[in-house]
């Protein structure tokens, strides 16, 4: 599914501007499926396992949740012309995801830039939250996007 706003180009986006993703429900299948092709450890894989670590209990992998993330942003949390392409970022899990979550993004602008060497296009940078049903953070990214401008105008 993909969202029916508009695309928005660097002159629509402006500091302070929110959006709020659909949602995503997680399971213990998808975890588990994502752990074994990409981050095989025991406590993304075995419940029982998972108990004895510091995760207490099974948990996706933070790059699980990323991916997730950048799906929800792309189909209806994020509507940037030309897509979302990063340019940098830092990203933090400050709680696991569960296979009970039911995952949703909500991000804010907190800076925008022209470019000053190429005026087709700029910078904006994007601080999201994906946050599970009861409104936990478990995943913190800023990252750096760039954004088109419209074209025929110059930001």
Request: proline share 8%; charged share 20%; glycine share 8%.
């Amino acid at each position: 599914m993909t969202t029916n706003t508009p695309p928005l180009y660097l002159e629509d986006l402006h500091v302070g501007d929110r959006f709020v993703s659909a949602e995503h429900a997680m399971d213990e299948a998808q975890i588990k499926a994502f752990a074994t092709q990409f981050d095989p450890q025991p406590f993304h894989l075995d419940d029982a396992a998972a108990r004895d670590t510091l995760f207490g209990g099974l948990a996706a992998s933070g790059w699980h949740t990323a991916a997730v993330t950048m799906r929800l942003l792309v189909t209806s949390g994020l509507p940037l012309a030309g897509g979302i392409v990063g340019a940098g970022g830092e990203l933090s899990w400050p709680q696991p995801t569960r296979p009970v979550d039911v995952l949703h993004v909500v991000s804010e602008v907190t800076h925008v830039q022209p470019s000053r060497s190429r005026p087709d296009r700029g910078m904006a940078t994007v601080r999201s939250e994906t946050r599970n049903q009861q409104g936990e953070v478990l995943q913190v990214s800023t990252m750096r996007v760039v954004v088109p401008c419209r074209p025929g105008l110059s930001a």
